[in-house]
C-alpha cells in the first residue's frame, strides 16, 4: 500500500458549479476512500486517499500515458487505436475501485475529449464498458482544480502569482491572489496548445536545423497563443511567483536534479532556477529522438513530447518572468479529492 501524506489546507469558498461523482457502493467495514480520475490528451491518472488530518493520505495510485489525443489535430476525432488504449487503462481503474473501499468517486475528462467530434460517443462506450462516468470539464473548471491542488506549494510572498499546468492537448494559466488560505483567482487562460497537439502541429525534424526551425515555430505559435492574456497580465511583483504542475515540470525537474530515476519525493515542492530549467529545455530541443530517449526519466514514451512542453514552458518564462519555479507533482486528481472530503461533490 502507497501512504503519501498529502498536508493540504481546507478549501475555503464556493462549491463547484458543476460535477457528477460516480458512487461506487462502499464496502461495509474498515475507512471510507475517496477516488479522483484525471483522464488528459496525453494520461490517463487515477487517485485513491483516505481523510488524513488536514489533507488526506493516498492509498492507491496508477498512472499510464494513453495518448488518447494522437492524431486529433490532424482528424478532429479520437482514433479507434487511442480510444482502445485508453479503455484498457480505464479497466484497470474501475478494477481498482471496486477493490478499494471507496465512498465517493469522480472522473474528468479534459482537452481531447472537449474538442473530439466523437468525445461523447466515447464517453459513453467508457461508461459502457468500464462503469465510469466521465465529466467532461471547461477549461475554467480544469484550471480551477489545479490551482486547487497544487497551491500549497506556492513561494510565501507578496503580489500576485501565476499557477499553471501544462496539459496534452491544452495549456492553462491561472493569476491568482495567493494572500489568503486558498488563493483567489483574479484571471486565467487556456492556450490550446499542450504537448500533444503542439508536437502533431510544428513538431519534428531530423537534422539540427529542421530541429531548430521547428523548435522556433512551436515557440511562436506558443507566444501568440498568449498574447491576449499578456495583454492583461499586471506588471509582476519584484518577484514574482511561478508554479506549475504537469509531466513538463516534472520531468525537467528530474533532469536538472540528475535522477537517474523519478522519485517524487524530490520533485514534488522543488524550487528551482528558472535560468536552469530555460537551458535544460533549449538543450533538449536540440537533440535528437535518440538522445532524448536515452535520458533518464525521458525515455521512449516522453522523448517525442517533452520539447513540446520545453517550448511551451519558455513562453510561460517569457510572459512572467520568474528567477525560480516551483514544481508541483500533484493538480486536478488532488484538487478533486478536496471537493469531495469537504463537500461531497
Request: glycine share 10%.
Amino acid at each position: 500500500m502507497v501512504d503519501v501524506t498529502a498536508q493540504l489546507p481546507r478549501r475555503q469558498g464556493q462549491r463547484p458549479a458543476r460535477s457528477a461523482p460516480h458512487s461506487p457502493s462502499p464496502a461495509r467495514g474498515g475507512p471510507r476512500h475517496y477516488a479522483a480520475l484525471d483522464l488528459g490528451t496525453n494520461n490517463c491518472r487515477l487517485l485513491i486517499a483516505r481523510p488524513q488530518g488536514d489533507g488526506f493520505a493516498v492509498v492507491d495510485a496508477f498512472s499510464r500515458i494513453v495518448r488518447l489525443g494522437e492524431g486529433l489535430s490532424a482528424n478532429g476525432a479520437l482514433s479507434d487505436a487511442a480510444i482502445e488504449r485508453t479503455i484498457a487503462a480505464l479497466r484497470v481503474c474501475a478494477d481498482k475501485l471496486k477493490r478499494r473501499n471507496v465512498r465517493l468517486a469522480r472522473s474528468v475528462a479534459t482537452e481531447a475529449c472537449r474538442r473530439a467530434t466523437n468525445g461523447a460517443a466515447f464517453i459513453a462506450r467508457v461508461l459502457d464498458e468500464t462503469g465510469i462516468h466521465l465529466d467532461i470539464i471547461s477549461a475554467e473548471e480544469e484550471a480551477r482544480l489545479a490551482v486547487l491542488g497544487c497551491h500549497a506549494l506556492l513561494e510565501p510572498g507578496t503580489g500576485p502569482a501565476l499557477v499553471f499546468d501544462i496539459g496534452g492537448g491544452s495549456t492553462e494559466l491561472v493569476l491568482v491572489d495567493a494572500d489568503t488560505t486558498v488563493p483567489r483567482v483574479r484571471d486565467w487562460h487556456s492556450a490550446p496548445w499542450g504537448v500533444v497537439s503542439l508536437t502533431e502541429s510544428a513538431g519534428g525534424g531530423g537534422s539540427a536545423e529542421e530541429r531548430a526551425a521547428a523548435y522556433r515555430r512551436m515557440r511562436a505559435l506558443v507566444t501568440e497563443s498568449f498574447a491576449p492574456f499578456a495583454a492583461r497580465l499586471p506588471r509582476p511583483a519584484v518577484t514574482p511567483r511561478l508554479l506549475g504542475t504537469s509531466g513538463t515540470v516534472t520531468t525537467l525537474a528530474s533532469v536538472h536534479l540528475g535522477l537517474e530515476r523519478y522519485d517524487r519525493a524530490q520533485v514534488d515542492g522543488l524550487i528551482a532556477p528558472a535560468a536552469a530549467m530555460r537551458a535544460i529545455s533549449q538543450e533538449l530541443a536540440g537533440m535528437s529522438l535518440t538522445e532524448r530517449a536515452q535520458l533518464p526519466c525521458i525515455g521512449r514514451e516522453r522523448a517525442d513530447l517533452v520539447v513540446a512542453g520545453c517550448a511551451i514552458l519558455e513562453g510561460i518564462l517569457d510572459l512572467w518572468p520568474a528567477q525560480r519555479l516551483g514544481v508541483a507533482d500533484r493538480g486536478i486528481r488532488e484538487g478533486i479529492l478536496r471537493r469531495l472530503m469537504e463537500t461531497g461533490a
